[in-house]
Structure formats: structure tokens, C-alpha cells
């Protein structure tokens, strides 16, 4: 009989690549074991006038994918020439269809440069292996600047989010930061009947030491009921002010 293959993820938002040559060291080291990366808070020839972007590296993902030379690598800009997502599959992953969908508000939505108007959107690859049809999604929620508690903004992405999920068909993989404490309604909305591995795993934190406030939660990976998880857990490799996660699955 031959063995069940797995895969093998990591979420991160890697915070503008602040913390450039420890998170490529990273990349590189997980280069060969990691069949999707998923990425928040990236750059794609970044122009921002956004004073706190100075510090940013405004090209990451170019960088990233010149390191994952055999993965096809997604971006998808929140707003021209501003933050977004990246999403990288290897490339002996045979992709059947990729898209993006705006959860809350729309691209180019940003007001007076204020982050708390930008748009979001997750990103969607989907993929078959074993005979399993599978959909990984990227996400990077509603940043406002007053912690990560429930608002009507984040409740009316929660259930945005609810209805893209619902019209996916066969196996789900959600992964990102969500920017919610694990005790919100607009986390509950998003899980729906999926498995909090967060919850479920029993961790005490997604942040790594060079996050200062004490709220100690924002990633989150949420899977449908027949994901078969193998490993999961949160890496402790301080490549960022949030610690990559880790899931393998079939």
C-alpha cells in the first residue's frame, strides 16, 4: 500500500519584513519541506506615503520568491502600491484555479492614508491531491488600532468571510492573521463548524517577543472536519513580531 502523502503549511505575516535577514534564513531553511506558504503583510513595489512604512521593505515579495524559486508565487494588493498577501505553492502542486475576494470594503479604499480604511480579502488556491479536493486561504483581517475585539466592522467581515467559505466545495485550510482575540463573536462567525487549532492545540500565544502589548493572539489556522491533522503547532523562530504556524495535513 502505498503511503499517505501530506503537506505541510506555514502561515506568517512577517510584519514588512522588519526583521529581514532572520526571516529569509527562515524561508530558506523551510524551502525544501513546505509545499504552501502563506504570508500577511507584504509589499510588491511599495511606494507608501504612510510615514510608520519607512521601515518596510517595499519589494518583500519579489525578494521571497527570487528564495522560492520553485513555487509559484500569488500577490494580491489591498491597495496599489500598499500592503497585501502572498501565497506560494510549490510548484509540483498542480493548481486548478486561484482568486481573490475582498471581505470587507473594496482595493483602493483607503482614506487620508488611514490603515483603518483599507480594504481586506482573502486569497483562494485551490488543488486536488489524493483525490481530495482542498482550498487554502490566505487572510489578513481588520486592523483599527483599539485591540481585537469584536466591532461592527469585523462582525460584517466575519460573515463575509462565512459566505465565501460556504461556496467552497471539499476540503478548507483558513490561515492568517485575523487580528481577533480567540474569545470574539467575529472568530466564532469565522469558524463556523471548522477546528480552531488554536483553541484546540491548547496555545498561550502567536507572538513572538518583539510584540510589547499584552495581548498575546492574532493567528489563527482554521480546518473543515475532514482535514486529517498530522502536526500542527507554533514555531518559535523570532522572524517577526508574530511566530510562524505550522500545520501538516491530508
Known amino acids: ?36 506558504f502563506c504570508f500577511q503583510e507584504m509589499y510588491k ?26 513555487y509559484q508565487g500569488f500577490f494580491s494588493e489591498t491597495q496599489t502600491h500598499e500592503e497585501g498577501l502572498g501565497l506560494f505553492v510549490k510548484d509540483s502542486i498542480k493548481i486548478e484555479s486561484f482568486q481573490e475576494r475582498f471581505v470587507f470594503r473594496s482595493r483602493n479604499a483607503m482614506v487620508n492614508l488611514d490603515a483603518r480604511t483599507l480594504g481586506r480579502l482573502i486569497q483562494i488556491v485551490k488543488f486536488s491531491q489524493d483525490n481530495k479536493d482542498f482550498s487554502i486561504i490566505n487572510f489578513h483581517g481588520l486592523w483599527n488600532g483599539m485591540g481585537k475585539t469584536d466591532t461592527s466592522e469585523r462582525l460584517k467581515q466575519s460573515n ?21 482575540l480567540p474569545n470574539t463573536e467575529s472568530l466564532s ?40 491533522v498530522k502536526d500542527f503547532k507554533v514555531l518559535q523562530d523570532e ?12
Open 1 to 36: 500500500m502505498m503511503p499517505e502523502y501530506s503537506m505541510k503549511i506555514i502561515s506568517l505575516n512577517i510584519w514588512g519584513g522588519k526583521v529581514y535577514e532572520p526571516l529569509f534564513d527562515f524561508i530558506t531553511h523551510y524551502n525544501s519541506e513546505i509545499d504552501v
Open 45 to 70: 513595489g511599495g511606494q507608501s506615503f504612510r510615514p510608520h512604512l519607512k521601515n518596510m521593505h517595499m519589494n518583500i515579495f519579489v525578494d521571497i520568491q527570487n528564495i522560492l524559486k520553485d
Open 160 to 180: 463575509n468571510i462565512k459566505k465565501s467559505l460556504n461556496k467552497l466545495t471539499g476540503n478548507k485550510i483558513l490561515c492568517g492573521d485575523f487580528n481577533l
Open 189 to 228: 462567525i469565522i469558524k463556523n463548524d471548522m477546528r480552531n487549532l488554536i483553541t484546540e492545540y491548547k496555545i498561550t500565544s502567536t507572538r513572538s517577543g518583539l510584540y510589547k502589548k499584552h495581548e498575546r493572539f492574532a493567528d489563527y489556522i482554521l480546518v473543515s472536519e475532514n482535514v486529517k
Open 239 to 250: 522572524v517577526s513580531d508574530h511566530l510562524p504556524l505550522y500545520l501538516e495535513f491530508s
